[in-house]
């Protein structure tokens, strides 16, 4: 076990350091000079003497192994710098935004949980009924819809269509669900602002577990000792919980683990589609539209970082639960 | 998000629905659903149709398109922007029945003609309406077609081409040089992609140039993502390969690595290598066009199916089908080619149901 873990922390350990390796050589390789991505495109209003300065900040006049460990020290000290189009500090930025893209993150991997693993379990158990039926068709859906054209599609249901049936409509509570036109700030969410989002985010790994646990449900109820505990005459509510699902279940606990470190990824593009106030909005629209490269930076290191320790550790939280995987 | 579902179920090892659907099959007949869902499963007529039009679309789209692509095109310069867009958009049914009426009420002819003469008259130049700057959304979609089957032709075969040599090598000769390649895959896995292909393309550009071609940045960073998807099933079937007689044969004979890997392994591995391709693709095509919808992708003035996507956003209001049709194609497309890679993972290498 402490091997395991030693080699995994390891690994993660050479996973930042050639991430962060990586990002230095692409910053320092690109053809232009690298101080030409950390100024505004059109130059204003810099002087010959502060673009030196810049420079000097860069350590250009030393060597380049020097220049990424020194570098390396500014990341890790979080001083990334300043945003080149809002003149706030770029942690501070982050530092602010990242609480709502967390929230994000966890709603939807609850929602991928919550719906992906029950769902699973009825179908198996009414395996060819219309319920499985339908929760493989909801599957299918999600596993082909990417995430903003969900998010699209349920802003137009809920913000567009609701509101203009009337007020005795059977549907008409719905609108509970809509979001507010415009920007808001992370102080103002309400826990209904989170459902569309969530569902959103959530759906397509709630597909995946689905047909996870099914699968794997399936396979246990097939198996010898499930028949054997029928044979001596146990009661099928006593032989589904008590001996299938407990089995069943080893795959989908680990795999939603793993999966919560890859929500952060799709939370950026629900927050986008959302006018969600998280990161994603800071690094896409703002940092990628107005050519802000410290502030890209900063938020993919961050980014960066937080994806590794998510992954990490549901490695090691994968080993604990199920300890075959160590003998590989 | 393809890297997650690689990992999660290599190492659960644990079947997929589709093992136990066999004795489904075999007491099929008494549920319409069941057997609706067999034959589907086992003829995907309806997604092989889809794909070959996608195909069809991309290859002759272009050519045939009613509209240009770029340049918005008004029937009438007296309607505002609005009006034109809603004209368009009514052949297409319209959200509601009240919003349809409400549409119809409201549309005021300049010319003297009768309302419904002059919303049959657009109806019928813009078979999908037209966008938020009278571009014909038809003519987008097809040009745009050409970018999923630029993804597929380009990053997934390079990427293939490249996973396939590097799991080959690793497979074959084992030793150190696998030991590096497994770590460099995991690290590889470990990196959010997305932000990745967002900092490539801002450094680098959207399009660099490639001798006298202006390549698109994307085709590159698919290939990136791509290649480690092929890495270690097709290492394990390596493993298995190598050891087999034939191939100790071919050694004692005198035959050399590279002819080894190239006659004996090779053919050993590409049913493999195309199922794991057909079931990366759908994953591939996602990729691009979230790429393409945040702005890190193909950009706006070519028509990708997500930049089309993120610009009618913001009209969704007054007008849904600018974002709901390239949205439904995208969907559609990754639909069908779910379907088809499942359906070919049957077909050539059903073990591959534990493994991809």
Same mark, same amino acid.
């Given at each position: 076990?402490?091997?395991?873990?030693?080699?995994?922390?390891?690994?993660?350990?050479?996973? %930042?350091?050639?991430?962060?390796?990586?990002?230095?050589?692409?910053?320092?390789?690109?053809?232009?000079?690298?101080?030409?991505?950390?100024?505004?495109?059109?130059?204003?209003?810099?002087?010959?003497?502060?673009?030196?300065?810049? $420079?000097?900040?860069?350590?250009?006049?030393?060597?380049?192994?020097?220049?990424? &460990?020194?570098?390396?020290?500014?990341?890790?000290?979080?001083?990334?710098?300043?945003?080149?189009?809002?003149?706030?500090?770029?942690?501070?930025?982050?530092?602010?935004?990242? $609480?709502?893209?967390?929230?994000?993150?966890?709603?939807?991997?609850?929602?991928?949980?919550?719906?992906?693993?029950? =769902?699973?379990?009825?179908?198996? %158990?009414?395996?060819?009924?219309?319920?499985?039926?339908?929760?493989?068709?909801?599957?299918?859906?999600?596993?082909?819809?990417?995430?903003?054209?969900?998010?699209?599609?349920?802003?137009?249901?809920?913000?567009?269509?609701?509101?203009?049936?009337?007020?005795?409509?059977?549907?008409?509570?719905?609108?509970?669900?809509?979001?507010?036109?415009?920007?808001?700030?992370?102080?103002?969410?309400?826990?209904?602002?989170?459902?569309?989002?969530?569902?959103?985010?959530?759906?397509?790994?709630?597909?995946?577990?689905?047909?996870?646990?099914?699968?794997?449900?399936?396979?246990?109820?097939?198996?010898?000792? &499930?028949?054997?505990?029928?044979?001596?005459?146990?009661?099928?509510? =006593?032989?589904?919980?008590?001996?299938?699902?407990?089995?069943?279940?080893?795959?989908?606990?680990?795999?939603?683990?793993?999966?919560?470190?890859?929500?952060?990824? $799709?939370?950026?593009?629900?927050?986008?589609?959302?006018?969600?106030?998280?990161?994603?909005?800071?690094?896409?629209?703002?940092?990628?539209?107005?050519?802000?490269?410290?502030?890209?930076?900063?938020?993919?290191?961050?980014?960066?970082?937080?994806?590794?320790?998510?992954?990490?550790?549901?490695?090691?939280?994968?080993?604990?639960?199920?300890?075959?995987?160590?003998?590989? | 998000?393809? +890297?997650?579902?690689?990992?999660?179920?290599?190492?659960?090892?644990?079947?997929?629905?589709?093992?136990?659907?066999?004795?489904?099959?075999?007491?099929?007949?008494?549920?319409?659903?069941?057997? @609706?869902?067999?034959?589907?499963?086992?003829?995907?007529?309806?997604?092989?149709?889809?794909?070959?039009?996608?195909?069809?679309?991309?290859?002759?789209?272009?050519?045939?398109?009613?509209?240009?692509?770029?340049?918005?095109?008004?029937?009438?310069?007296?309607?505002?922007?609005?009006?034109?867009?809603?004209?368009?958009?009514?052949?297409?049914?319209?959200?509601?029945?009240?919003?349809?009426?409400?549409?119809?009420?409201?549309? *005021?002819?300049?010319?003297?003609?009768?309302?419904?003469?002059?919303?049959?008259?657009?109806?019928?130049?813009?078979?999908?309406?037209?966008?938020?700057?009278?571009?014909?959304?038809?003519?987008?979609?097809?040009?745009?077609?050409?970018?999923?089957?630029?993804?597929?032709?380009?990053?997934?075969?390079?990427?293939?081409?490249?996973?396939?040599?590097?799991?080959?090598?690793? !497979?074959?000769?084992?030793?150190?040089?696998?030991?590096?390649?497994?770590?460099?895959?995991?690290?590889?896995? @470990?990196?959010?992609?997305?932000?990745?292909?967002?900092?490539? +393309?801002?450094?680098?550009?959207?399009?660099?140039?490639?001798?006298?071609?202006? /390549? #698109?940045?994307?085709?590159?960073?698919?290939?990136?993502?791509?290649?480690?998807?092929?890495?270690?099933?097709?290492?394990?079937? /390596?493993?298995?390969?190598?050891?087999? #007689?034939?191939?100790?044969?071919?050694?004692?004979?005198?035959?050399? #690595?590279?002819? *080894? *890997?190239?006659?004996?392994?090779?053919? !050993?591995?590409?049913?493999?290598?195309?199922?794991?391709?057909?079931?990366?693709?759908? !994953?591939?095509?996602?990729?691009?066009?979230?790429?393409?919808?945040?702005?890190?992708?193909?950009?706006?003035?070519?028509?990708?199916?997500?930049?089309?996507?993120?610009?009618?956003? #913001?009209?969704?209001?007054?007008?849904?089908?600018? +974002?709901?049709?390239?949205?439904?194609?995208?969907?559609?497309?990754?639909?069908?080619?779910?379907?088809?890679?499942?359906?070919?993972?049957?077909?050539?290498?059903?073990?591959?149901?534990?493994?991809?």
């Amino acid at each position: 076990m402490f091997r395991f873990l030693a080699g995994r922390i390891l690994t993660s350990l050479i996973s %930042v350091f050639g991430a962060t390796l990586a990002i230095f050589i692409l910053v320092h390789v690109n053809p232009k000079d690298p101080r030409e991505i950390f100024v505004p495109q059109s130059g204003y209003g810099l002087t010959q003497e502060s673009w030196n300065r810049l $420079g000097d900040r860069l350590g250009f006049d030393k060597p380049a192994p020097v220049q990424y &460990v020194e570098w390396l020290g500014r990341v890790f000290r979080l001083d990334f710098g300043v945003s080149l189009g809002l003149q706030i500090d770029v942690w501070d930025i982050i530092k602010g935004r990242l $609480g709502a893209t967390v929230q994000l993150g966890v709603g939807g991997w609850l929602i991928a949980v919550l719906m992906g693993i029950p =769902t699973g379990v009825v179908a198996a %158990v009414w395996r060819g009924g219309i319920f499985d039926y339908l929760a493989r068709f909801v599957a299918l859906v999600g596993q082909a819809a990417p995430a903003f054209v969900t998010g699209i599609v349920m802003i137009w249901l809920f913000s567009v269509n609701l509101t203009a049936i009337s007020d005795d409509s059977p549907f008409a509570f719905l609108r509970i669900f809509a979001m507010p036109a415009g920007g808001r700030t992370p102080d103002e969410l309400r826990w209904k602002e989170y459902v569309l989002p969530c569902l959103a985010l959530g759906w397509g790994s709630a597909a995946g577990l689905m047909r996870l646990t099914r699968s794997s449900m399936l396979e246990i109820l097939d198996s010898e000792f &499930v028949k054997m505990a029928r044979a001596k005459g146990v009661g099928n509510t =006593t032989v589904i919980f008590k001996h299938a699902l407990r089995n069943a279940l080893i795959a989908p606990i680990t795999s939603m683990l793993l999966l919560f470190a890859g929500f952060l990824n $799709g939370a950026l593009v629900v927050e986008i589609v959302f006018s969600w106030p998280g990161i994603g909005q800071v690094a896409l629209q703002e940092a990628v539209q107005n050519n802000d490269f410290p502030l890209l930076l900063g938020t993919v290191i961050i980014f960066l970082m937080y994806f590794l320790v998510f992954a990490t550790l549901a490695d090691i939280l994968y080993t604990v639960i199920d300890p075959r995987v160590r003998l590989r | 998000m393809a +890297t997650e579902a690689d990992r999660t179920e290599t190492t659960t090892g644990s079947t997929t629905e589709d093992a136990a659907q066999i004795d489904t099959y075999t007491d099929r007949g008494s549920n319409p659903l069941t057997l @609706a869902w067999y034959y589907l499963r086992r003829y995907p007529i309806i997604p092989i149709f889809i794909l070959a039009l996608l195909l069809i679309a991309a290859i002759i789209g272009p050519y045939v398109a009613p509209f240009p692509r770029d340049k918005g095109f008004s029937h009438d310069r007296n309607l505002g922007l609005w009006e034109r867009s809603r004209a368009a958009y009514i052949p297409l049914g319209g959200t509601t029945i009240a919003e349809l009426s409400y549409r119809a009420c409201d549309f *005021i002819d300049p010319n003297g003609g009768t309302q419904s003469e002059n919303i049959a008259q657009c109806g019928k130049l813009h078979i999908l309406g037209a966008d938020h700057t009278g571009r014909d959304i038809f003519s987008r979609l097809l040009h745009g077609s050409r970018i999923s089957i630029a993804v597929v032709t380009f990053s997934l075969t390079s990427g293939m081409i490249l996973g396939t040599a590097v799991a080959l090598f690793s !497979g074959y000769y084992g030793g150190i040089f696998d030991e590096l390649v497994t770590r460099f895959v995991d690290i590889w896995n @470990a990196l959010p992609f997305l932000m990745v292909a967002i900092v490539v +393309t801002q450094l680098f550009g959207a399009k660099i140039e490639v001798l006298i071609w202006k /390549v #698109d940045m994307l085709l590159f960073v698919l290939m990136l993502v791509a290649w480690v998807g092929f890495v270690r099933v097709i290492r394990a079937q /390596v493993f298995v390969l190598r050891e087999l #007689d034939y191939v100790a044969a071919a050694r004692v004979a005198g035959a050399s #690595d590279i002819r *080894i *890997i190239w006659r004996h392994l090779v053919p !050993g591995i590409m049913n493999t290598v195309i199922v794991v391709a057909s079931l990366n693709t759908s !994953g591939l095509i996602l990729a691009e066009s979230t790429l393409s919808f945040v702005g890190a992708g193909i950009q706006p003035p070519t028509p990708a199916w997500g930049v089309m996507t993120n610009e009618g956003r #913001d009209y969704i209001l007054e007008a849904p089908h600018l +974002t709901l049709v390239p949205g439904t194609a995208i969907f559609l497309v990754v639909l069908s080619m779910n379907f088809f890679g499942d359906w070919l993972r049957d077909r050539l290498d059903p073990r591959l149901r534990q493994v991809a």
